[in-house]
């Protein structure tokens, strides 16, 4: 395992693997929401206006800064910081020499 990653799959909190699929499409589900919907809207206030594809690239513009802020918000929650690692290779050990 590298230093300050944990792997997709070397989750130790107790989850079943059912839990942990819907984690993941509740927020792929958002992301995509997230970049979707604002360029939706910006196209059907566009049509009620008539005023050509102001709103359509302003909500494409605002859903993609959207996505991204979402997108480097679960990159962080993916990473943890060298004292959790540390501490999850001790345990590791403590639950070996006991075993």
Same mark, same amino acid.
Not at 64 to 86: F, H, I, N, P, R
């Given at each position: 395992?590298?230093? =300050?990653?944990?792997?997709? #799959?070397?989750?130790?909190? #107790?989850?079943?693997?059912?839990?942990?699929?819907?984690?993941?499409? !509740?927020?792929?589900? /958002?992301?995509?929401?997230?970049? #979707?919907? &604002? $360029?939706?809207? #910006?196209?059907?206030?566009?049509?009620?206006? !008539? /005023? $050509? &594809?102001?709103?359509?690239?302003? $909500?494409?513009?605002?859903?993609?800064?959207? =996505?991204?802020?979402?997108?480097?918000?679960? !990159?962080?929650?993916?990473?943890?910081?060298?004292? /959790?690692?540390?501490?999850?290779?001790?345990?590791?050990?403590?639950?070996?020499?006991?075993?």
């Amino acid at each position: 395992m590298m230093e =300050g990653f944990r792997l997709v #799959g070397d989750s130790t909190d #107790g989850r079943s693997s059912m839990a942990k699929a819907v984690e993941w499409s !509740s927020r792929i589900t /958002t992301i995509s929401l997230g970049m #979707g919907l &604002p $360029g939706l809207f #910006g196209y059907w206030l566009d049509e009620q206006l !008539s /005023t $050509g &594809p102001v709103f359509l690239i302003l $909500g494409a513009v605002f859903g993609l800064a959207s =996505g991204l802020w979402q997108l480097v918000k679960l !990159s962080e929650k993916g990473t943890v910081d060298k004292e /959790t690692v540390e501490q999850d290779r001790n345990r590791l050990k403590n639950e070996e020499k006991h075993s």
